[in-house]
């Protein structure tokens, strides 16, 4: 038994990443659209997308897990 056994089964650090994730049904302002339609929310999403295109050009993002979700199924 390794005595660095528990190093070597340490997980990766990951990096979830979908387009997706910076879209979403804000409720209230609903009323306002289409049942399900996806909104992009007015903070932040930018600097989000900032993050990832950083890890992209520097080349940190192929050190990472990147993994993306499987799609969802809206129900009528």
């Known amino acids: ?6 190093v070597d089964r340490a997980p990766g650090v990951g ?8 879209w979403h049904d804000p ?3 609903g009323v306002f659209s289409a049942p399900g339609e ?3 929310p007015q903070p932040a ?13 520097s ?3 192929d050190e990472l897990a990147v993994r993306q979700s ?3 199924a809206i129900a009528a």
Do not use: P
């Open 1 to 6: 038994m390794s005595a660095n056994r528990a």
């Open 15 to 22: 990096f979830y990443w979908h387009e997706r994730c910076f």
């Open 27 to 29: 409720g209230a302002i």
């Open 38 to 40: 996806f909104l992009q």
């Open 45 to 57: 999403s930018e600097s989000k997308r900032r993050l990832k295109n950083l890890l992209e050009v």
């Open 59 to 61: 080349g940190l993002i």
């Open 70 to 72: 499987a799609g969802l």
